[in-house]
C-alpha cells in the first residue's frame, strides 16, 4: 500500500509542476509538431509487432513502445532503463547478465547456458544471449516491448514475451548531432553523435558513435577507488540501397566493447532488512582484477523485393561476442565494518557466435484475407569457462587456498516455419491466426577439475548429452472496432522455450545434465482506444498466462552451487493499462499501471525457502501457493514534460519520470528478512533549454533524484567461505546529476 500510494502522490507532484508534457511510453514517443486541426494524428506511433508496419493503437497486443529519442534524454545506455516504461518488466542485474522478466516470468542468471524466456531482437535479428546487446544503447528509434508468448511470429524462446530493439536508419537528406554529457556523481563523461544523408541518388548511409567513461556509486576501501569503473564505446555503419522502386537494401554493422572495473556487491546483516551500504572492501583476487569485460559485433542486411503486390523479405544476422567476468564479494563484516581475508570468487569466460536466416514473404493489405509466411534457420556455438577459487584461512583447521575450473560447450540448430492470416470479415471485424513450428538441436559437454589445493569441497564430474525437441505455437486472435478508434480484442496463445543443459553447476553428471523445454500459454482480453481527435489514448489488458516445466535455477546455501531443474508449473493473472492525455498544445501526462497475482501452481522436490520449518524435505516439499521471487504485484510510472517560449530565439523544456513498484523477494531462498526489496518510486529529471529549431540545447539530468537505495539479488554467504555469514546485494546506482549540451544540423 506503501509503495502504491508513494506512486500516486509522486505522479500528482509531477503533473501539478508541470503545463506541458510529452509522454514517453508506449502512446508518445514521437516528436512532432501539433496539426494545424489541432489533433494529435501525428502522435500515432508506427510499430512491426506483427512483421508490417501498423499503427500501435491498431495491434492486439499488450505492448509498450520507448522512443530512442526518449531513452537518449535520460542517457539510458542498457535494456534496464526500459522497465521505467513498461509495467510488468523487470530487468535483473547481476555481476553477470542481465535478464528480462515479464509478467513475472525470465530465466534466472546463474545458469549462463539457460535460453531467455524473454527473447531479445535486433533490428529483426534473434539475440538469444543477453551479452549481444550489453552494448550502450543508442541512436536508437525505438524499443518495443511485446507481453505475452509471442512465439508464432517472433520464434523460439519467446514463452514470456519479446523485446524489439529498431536502430536509426539513415536520412534521405542530410543531418548529424553531437551530444556531451558529464556526470558529477560518478565523475565521468558521455558523448555521442551521429552523421546520415544520402551519398548518390540511390544510397544513403548512417554512422553512429558513442563513448562512455565514469566512475562507479560504491566506494572500496580496499583499492581506494569508486566501484564500478564504466568504460564502453559503440560504433554503427548503416547503408540502405534503394536502385528501384522494387528493391531495397539495408546492411548495419555495429561493434562494441564495455570494459567494467569493480563490481557492485555489498556486505549486508543476515538478522536485519536490505539497507544496503555504498562502501565495501574487495582486494584483486588471484584470478585478477574484478570486472566485466564484453567485445562484440552485430551485423544485419534486410532485403526487400516487390514480387507484384506482395513482397519478399530476407533477413540475414551474425552476432559474436567475448566475454569475461571476474566477479568477488564484499569481504565487510557488516557488525563491525572490518574486512575478512576469507574470500571466494569466480571468473566466467564466455565466447559465443550465431548466424541467422529468415525469410518471408509478406500479402498486400486491404483485401479480404491477408498474410505473412516464412521460414527460419539459425546456428550458434557457445563455450563458458568457470573458475571459482577460495582462499579461507580456517576450513576444518586448517588454512584452504583452492581453484576449481569447469568448462562448458555447446552447438544449436533451430529450424522453424511460421505463418500468419488475417481474415477481414468486415470493416469491423477480424479474425488472426498464426502458427510456427520450431526444431531444435543441441549437443553439449561439461567437465570440471580441481586445479589445486589440498582437497576438493565440490564433487569433479564430466557430462555429455544431446537434444532433439519440436515446439508447435499456435495463436488465435478476434478484432472488433465497437466505434471509430476503439479496438477490442481477445487472443489465445502459446509459446516455447527449448530445453538445456547445466553449464556451471559444479558436481553435474550425465543424469542431471540436461532439463527439458518450458512451455507457456496466454489468455488475453484487451482495450485500445483513442478518442476526442486523439487528445485522449487508454489501452487496458487482461491476461492469464501459464508456464509448464517452468526452468529455474536455484542457490543452495549448503554447497555454494546452484540446482538447476524443472519447476512444474506457475500461473500468472494480472491487469495492465495506459492512460494519455494530451489536454492541450503545451500540456500531456501519461500513467501507465500494472498488477499480477503469481504464484506456483505444483512444485514438488523444490528447495527449502527460508520462511518454511526448519523440518521442511527438500525431498518432499513442495512450493504450490507460493509467490516466484522478482514478481512485485505493482508497477507503474508517471511521465510529464513541460516546455514554453523563453523568447523569439529560445524555449524551455522540462520532463520528469515518476517509476516504481511493490516489494518483492529478490533471493532465492526468500529469506523474509535480508531477501525482500521493499517498495519504491524512483525519480528522473530532466531540464532543457534549447533555441526555437533546436539546433542546439543544453541539459541538466537528474536520475533517481530521491537516492533510493535498491537491490537487484541477493543471497546468503555462508561460513566457512567467510567467517561471519552474511547477506551480499547487488546494489544498483544511486543518485546522479549529469550536464549535457549538444547541436544539430
Known amino acids: 500500500m506503501k509503495a502504491r500510494n508513494q506512486i500516486l502522490l509522486t505522479g500528482t507532484a509531477i503533473a501539478a509542476m508541470m503545463s506541458y508534457s510529452t509522454t514517453a511510453m508506449a502512446q508518445s514517443t514521437v516528436d512532432e509538431a501539433v496539426p494545424a486541426d489541432g489533433t494529435w494524428d501525428k502522435n500515432e506511433i508506427v510499430v512491426t509487432a506483427q512483421k508490417r508496419e501498423q499503427n500501435l493503437q491498431d495491434v492486439p497486443i499488450s505492448m509498450e513502445v520507448v522512443s530512442g529519442q526518449k531513452l537518449a534524454d535520460f542517457n539510458a545506455n542498457d535494456i ?124 544513403s548511409a548512417r554512422i553512429a558513435y558513442k563513448f562512455v567513461k565514469q566512475d562507479g556509486y560504491i566506494y572500496n576501501r580496499a583499492t581506494d577507488h569508486d566501484d564500478p569503473e564504466t568504460k564502453q564505446q559503440l560504433v554503427r555503419g548503416t547503408v540502405k540501397w534503394e536502385p528501384s522502386d522494387n528493391f531495397d537494401l539495408t546492411a548495419k554493422l555495429e561493434y562494441a566493447n564495455r570494459d567494467i572495473v569493480g563490481g557492485v556487491s555489498v556486505s549486508s546483516p543476515l538478522t536485519t532488512g536490505q539497507n544496503p551500504q555504498t562502501t565495501r572492501f574487495l582486494e584483486r583476487s ?42 568477488g564479494f564484499d569481504q565487510t563484516i557488516p557488525v563491525n565494518g572490518a574486512a575478512t581475508n576469507n574470500s571466494v570468487y569466480n571468473s566466467f569466460p564466455e565466447r559465443f557466435d550465431q548466424f541467422s536466416q529468415e525469410l518471408r514473404i509478406l500479402s498486400p493489405t486491404g483485401r479480404t484475407f491477408e498474410f505473412v509466411a516464412g521460414v527460419y534457420y539459425d546456428h ?161 489488458s487482461a491476461y492469464d498466462t501459464q508456464f509448464k516445466n517452468l526452468q529455474v535455477s536455484v542457490y543452495q546455501p549448503s554447497s555454494s552451487s546452484y540446482l538447476t531443474g524443472n519447476a512444474a508449473s506457475a500461473t500468472s493473472k494480472g491487469i495492465e493499462g495506459s492512460l ?37 524435505n527438500p525431498l518432499t516439499n513442495n512450493l504450490a501457493g507460493f509467490r516466484p521471487t522478482l514478481a512485485s504485484k505493482f508497477t507503474g510510472s508517471v511521465t510529464a514534460h513541460t516546455g514554453f517560449d523563453l523568447s523569439e530565439d529560445l524555449k524551455f523544456d522540462m520532463t520528469g519520470i515518476a517509476s516504481g513498484r511493490s516489494k518483492y523477494f529478490n533471493s532465492d531462498d526468500q529469506d523474509p528478512t535480508f531477501g525482500v526489496q521493499n517498495g519504491y518510486v524512483k525519480l528522473d529529471l530532466r531540464v532543457q533549454i534549447a533555441d526555437q529549431d533546436d539546433s542546439w540545447h543544453i541539459a541538466l539530468v537528474g536520475k533517481n533524484l530521491t537516492n533510493q537505495l535498491t537491490t537487484g539479488s541477493s543471497f546468503r554467504l555462508p561460513a566457512p567461505i567467510t567467517a561471519v555469514s552474511r547477506a551480499i546485494l547487488y546494489l544498483e546506482p544511486t543518485r546522479n546529476i549529469s550536464l549535457e549540451a549538444g547541436f544539430k544540423f
Not at 527473447?119 to 550502450?136: C, E, H, K, T
Not at 478484432?479 to 553435474?508: E, H
Request: aromatic letters at 12%.
Open 80 to 203: 534496464k532503463s526500459v522497465m521505467n516504461y513498461a509495467p510488468n518488466v523487470f530487468v535483473q542485474t547481476t555481476a553477470g547478465n542481465d535478464v528480462i522478466y515479464i509478467r513475472g516470468f525470465g530465466s534466472p542468471p546463474s545458469n549462463f547456458a539457460f535460453d531467455q524466456s524473454v527473447s531479445l531482437y535486433v533490428d529483426g535479428v534473434y539475440a538469444g544471449r543477453s551479452r549481444q546487446a550489453q552494448a550502450p544503447f543508442f541512436d536508437l528509434d525505438r524499443v518495443e516491448v511485446l507481453r505475452g508468448p509471442q512465439g508464432a511470429l517472433f520464434g523460439k524462446n519467446t514463452a514470456a514475451g519479446a523485446v524489439s530493439v529498431v536502430s536509426a536508419g539513415p536520412t534521405n537528406s542530410p543531418e548529424g548531432a553531437f551530444t556531451a554529457l558529464y556526470n558529477f556523481d560518478h565523475e565521468g563523461i558521455d558523448v555521442s553523435g551521429y552523421v546520415s544523408g544520402p551519398i548518390s541518388d540511390t544510397l
Open 286 to 327: 588471484a584470478l585478477g582484477d574484478e570486472g566485466n569485460q564484453v567485445e562484440s559485433v552485430m551485423a544485419s542486411a534486410t532485403a526487400n523485393i516487390a514480387l507484384g503486390d506482395y513482397t519478399l523479405t530476407s533477413v540475414t544476422g551474425y552476432s559474436w561476442f567475448n566475454a569475461k567476468i571476474v566477479n
Open 580 to 616: 494519455s492525455l494530451f489536454l492541450s498544445p503545451y500540456f500531456d501526462i501519461t500513467g501507465s499501471a500494472a498488477y499480477q497475482d503469481l504464484q506456483y501452481d505444483d512444485y514438488p522436490g523444490a528447495a527449502c525457502l527460508a520462511s518454511q520449518p526448519a523440518t521442511c
Open 380 to 540: 550458434s556455438n557457445y563455450r563458458l569457462d568457470q573458475l571459482q577459487g577460495f582462499d579461507i584461512l580456517n576450513l576444518g583447521g586448517s588454512p584452504y587456498f583452492g581453484l576449481i575450473n569447469s568448462r562448458f560447450n555447446q552447438k544449436a540448430d533451430s529450424y522453424s516455419v511460421f505463418g500468419q492470416g488475417t481474415l477481414n470479415i468486415n470493416d469491423s471485424l477480424r479474425v488472426i491466426g498464426s502458427l510456427r513450428y520450431t526444431h531444435t538441436d543441441k549437443d553439449g559437454d561439461f567437465a570440471s577439475r580441481l586445479e589445486y589445493g589440498p582437497f576438493a569441497i565440490r564433487p569433479i564430474s564430466t557430462a555429455v548429452g544431446s537434444i532433439s525437441e519440436g515446439n508447435l505455437d499456435p495463436s488465435a486472435t478476434i478484432q472488433y472496432d465497437i466505434a471509430p478508434r476503439v479496438m477490442v480484442y481477445a487472443t489465445y496463445g502459446r509459446g516455447s522455450k527449448s530445453g538445456g543443459f547445466v553449464s556451471n553447476s559444479l558436481g553435474t553428471t550425465d543424469a542431471t545434465f540436461s532439463f527439458k523445454p518450458e512451455k507457456s500459454r496466454n489468455y488475453e482480453i484487451g482495450l485500445k482506444s483513442t478518442l476526442f481527435d486523439g487528445k485522449v489514448v487508454a489501452n487496458l
